[in-house]
């Protein structure tokens, strides 16, 4: 047989004699192979190119340097055991000879068989001796296979990206590779104990991880986990381990061996996945949810903006209704003021006439009678200048409560008794800010629009109540007085009560109404700073609100009326007036009362004679004026002449601010009784 990594032939060595030559042919014979060496060197080398044995006689190395030989047998392969058969002679077996002994120390797997031999036993011995070369080189596949195997198991745990582990049982001692300990945040060659990776576990993960290991250890079935790690960095990763139970043969669990993974990319992709999925479900159920509500919202928003409108259409008609109103106002407080100017001039004269003319009773009746028209057409202006806010107004604290039960019995007489009168009037209210006759004259003319819608009879409530204003755009923040005549009449249709306080519109039937009541009521609520609150439906009768600020301080307590001293000396009085008419009329009454007077034209007219140093005993003027009022003349006199007393005569109450409490005052028209008792009260 040829050498080889796995020959068995025999290679001998007996350089004397023939015990060679009777080896070798007795190998052969037996059906072995054989090759004859004629020295150690020739041996050695026929041994490293292949061999299954060496025959050797002993007295062939007995004396040779064996080193190269024992070098080569200490090198073996852990797999191999070379045989060599020792040929000594008869006497010279270990028992014997302590050469042999030596000999079989050196070579290591040694059989002796003492010369001269049987040829059975030394092919016996070789038999043996190629049984087992061949048993070892069987163990060598076994081996390499393993080896191999290993190989390849390691590239696929390479590729794989696996880490290989081995818990034993039940110590608990663990064996990782480095793959693995780089899992658990450790470098190659670095300790890694159990209780260490134990530790590692997160805190949340260990009891699910420890029930998982006890239950695997209990059954023996499969270990399968993932669960995260905390470095020593503190950083988190994710692992997946997966182990299976290695038994005794008594069946016993020896240990866990299985094979680790770093899934911390996959967690993350996982965990983030699951994240957006959940935010698809939420904004699909969120969208869902709006699809369903979509319409109801729709319409929601839709009937919003429709309020929204709504409440703007209404304000701009509010807006609108106000500068109607405004406009209105002006231009019927400048009609009044003119008004007044001609019933000045009428009144004066008739007054003048009425004295002078014969006694004839039928004359007296008509002068009395135009004098009346007058007086009417003057009420009728007051209501005019009520409405345009312009009315000369004393407004002083009032208690409601007196004011009202002081008016029951005239009330009463005018509403007549197919109407009721009832009052809800609480005790301790606070004063009101007005003008007294002016709010007589306005709760008289709500009481008559009351009646006058209860045809067939009724009741009619008067309630005063406190009240707070803070969001209403119509009134300041404060305290006010409600005062509300609420009827049982037959109401108003809503166009109607848009127009209600137009001055001259009237619900009644014609000649029954002036249509100025509302209008002045409403002129006078706001001139005082309130407001008028109408509110009524058809047939459910209606409610007038008078707001009336509250007084700050006090009632005035009435004193008794101070008698007028007649004056009987003549005066000279500086009368100021831009009207002709007026100027006339007015300077015949002064003159028929004994006065002198002295006519001015305008207000630097009037400077002019103050200035002359002419003997004045009082000025009388009118306020409206062109160039200069008649307030700006009097603060101007009063430069010149400080002492001269001042009566204003107007019937227009738009006058600067605080200007009306430091001058007496004269409503025009007046009669020449009244004009008498003013001045007497001045010259007195």
């Not at 260490?196 to 270990?223: C, F, M, N, W």
């Not at 135009?370 to 409405?387: C, D, H, I, V």
């Not at 404060?478 to 109401?491: A, E, F, N, Q």
């Not at 004026?625 to 001269?644: D, F, H, Q, Y």
Request: aromatic content about 4%; hydrophobic content about 40%; proline content about 6%.
């Amino acid at each position: 047989m040829r050498p080889g990594a796995s020959s068995e032939r025999a290679v001998i060595l007996a350089p004397t004699g023939r015990d060679a030559a009777v080896a070798a042919a007795l190998i052969r014979e037996a059906g072995y192979f054989a090759n004859v060496c004629t020295d150690l060197a020739g041996m050695m080398h026929e041994v490293e190119g292949g061999a299954g044995l060496a025959v050797i006689a002993d007295e062939a190395i007995k004396t040779a340097d064996l080193r190269g030989l024992m070098r080569w047998l200490t090198d073996q392969p852990s797999w191999s055991d070379f045989p060599i058969v020792l040929l000594t002679h008869q006497g010279g077996g270990p028992e014997r000879n302590p050469d042999a002994v030596r000999l079989g120390q050196v070579l290591g797997n040694v059989t002796f068989i003492e010369r001269p031999f049987h040829p059975t036993t030394l092919v016996s011995v070789v038999g043996s001796a190629v049984r087992g070369r061949r048993r070892q080189y069987q163990t060598r596949a076994i081996l390499e296979d393993l080896t191999e195997s290993e190989s390849l198991l390691q590239t696929a745990l390479s590729a794989g990206h696996l880490g290989a582990l081995e818990l034993h049982l039940p110590e608990l001692e663990l064996e990782a590779s480095d793959t693995c300990k780089r899992f658990f945040g450790r470098k190659p060659g670095e300790p890694f104990s159990y209780q260490e990776l134990q530790a590692s576990v997160h805190p949340d993960d260990r009891p699910r991880r420890s029930e998982v290991l006890e239950r695997t250890i209990k059954t023996g079935g499969d270990y399968s986990i993932e669960y995260r790690n905390i470095w020593p960095d503190g950083s988190q990763h994710w692992v997946d381990v997966r182990a299976r139970a290695v038994r005794r043969p008594d069946g016993s669990i020896k240990s866990l061996v299985g094979v680790s993974s770093d899934i911390t990319a996959r967690k993350v992709a996982e965990i983030e996945r699951e994240n957006l999925l959940a935010q698809l479900a939420a904004e699909r159920t969120a969208l869902a949810n709006l699809t369903a509500t979509l319409e109801q919202r729709v319409e929601q928003r839709t009937a919003d903006l429709m309020k929204e409108v709504a409440a703007r259409e209404k304000a701009q008609e509010q807006l609108r209704q106000a500068q109607k109103m405004e406009t209105i106002g002006q231009l019927t407080g400048g009609v009044a003021h003119d008004f007044n100017n001609l019933l000045m001039a009428v009144m004066g004269n008739l007054d003048l006439l009425r004295k002078r003319i014969p006694d004839d009773p039928r004359l007296h009746r008509l002068i009395d009678g135009a004098l009346q028209g007058a007086e009417r057409g003057a009420s009728l202006t007051q209501r005019l200048l009520a409405f345009a806010r312009q009315q000369d107004l004393r407004a002083v604290p009032v208690d409601l409560r007196g004011l009202i039960q002081g008016m029951i019995d005239l009330l009463e007489r005018s509403l007549g008794p197919r109407v009721a009168l009832r009052l809800d009037l609480p005790e301790a209210l606070p004063p009101a800010r007005v003008d007294a006759n002016q709010l007589e004259l306005a709760i008289l003319n709500l009481a008559i629009n009351a009646r006058d819608a209860m045809p067939d009879g009724g009741s009619i409530d008067i309630r005063v109540a406190e009240c707070q204003a803070s969001s209403d755009p119509a009134l300041q923040s404060g305290r006010y007085l409600k005062l509300s005549v609420v009827d049982t009449g037959k109401g108003m249709t809503p166009e109607i009560l848009k127009r209600a306080v137009e001055p001259f519109f009237s619900s009644k039937p014609l000649g029954k109404g002036t249509g100025l009541g509302l209008s002045m009521v409403h002129g006078l609520a706001v001139q005082l700073g309130g407001a008028l609150q109408l509110s009524s439906a058809v047939a459910q009768g209606t409610t007038a609100t008078l707001i009336l600020p509250v007084a700050t301080s006090a009632p005035e307590v009435d004193s008794p009326a101070q008698k007028s001293h007649k004056v009987n000396r003549s005066a000279v009085i500086l009368f100021v007036d831009d009207d002709p008419l007026i100027a006339l009329s007015t300077t015949e009454m002064l003159e028929d009362l004994g006065h002198h007077v002295i006519g001015a034209s305008s207000g630097l007219h009037a400077l002019d004679i103050i200035r002359s140093g002419r003997p004045i005993d009082l000025m009388m003027t009118d306020h409206v004026m062109p160039g200069m009022t008649g307030i700006e003349l009097a603060a101007a006199s009063r430069e010149l002449r400080p002492s001269l007393p001042i009566l204003l005569a107007t019937g227009y109450a738009e006058l600067p601010e605080g200007a009306q409490l430091d001058l007496p005052r004269l409503a025009k028209p007046y009669h020449q009784d009244q004009l008498r008792d003013r001045l007497d009260q001045l010259l007195g």
